[in-house]
């Protein structure tokens, strides 16, 4: 038994094809076995995140500490060295991802904490890496909330 834990981020994607069908997949930062109670059950977790990335959010207009808040982006980098990921492609219709943080103590996805939750925005992948870019759910919200005209 060691003397250490092994902490790690965990991303569930769940992609869209076109007609609505969607796949769900795991990725983490340090590949795991999930437990028995765990969701999904006995499922090794691939270690496939090159990087973890960034996601971020503007909370001011400008240089000003007020205005509204802007739509973010952000980017994680997947490896694809074996093609085991290049289904990935076929989902670049959207779809949403959660990234949890924990370790190998707590119980997946339950006992992690969920460090966000955002809309996929595009899937590049070429031989070695697969790069999902990310859009932040408030761009939901940039729409004109009135469009008739008088």
Do not use: W
């Not at 007609?19 to 930062?29: E, H, I, K």
């Not at 973010?72 to 093609?83: E, F």
Request: glycine content about 8%; charged content about 20%; proline content about 3%.
């Amino acid at each position: 038994m060691s003397d250490y834990t092994v902490s790690r981020f965990v991303f569930h994607y769940t992609l869209q094809v076109a007609g609505g069908v969607s796949q769900t997949y795991y990725v983490t930062t340090h590949g795991f076995r999930t437990k028995a109670t765990d969701t999904p059950a006995n499922f090794y977790i691939e270690e496939r995140v090159e990087s973890a990335g960034s996601v971020k959010r503007g909370l001011f207009s400008g240089a000003r500490a007020a205005g509204a808040s802007s739509p973010s982006y952000g980017v994680t980098t997947l490896v694809n060295t074996d093609g085991g990921l290049d289904d990935f492609v076929k989902y670049a219709a959207g779809g949403y991802v959660t990234c949890y943080y924990g370790d190998d103590t707590m119980s997946f996805p339950n006992d992690y904490a969920v460090v966000y939750t955002t809309k996929v925005f595009s899937v590049v992948a070429d031989f070695e890496k697969v790069t999902v870019r990310y859009q932040d759910r408030i761009s939901d919200l940039d729409k004109p909330v009135v469009t008739a005209m008088y």
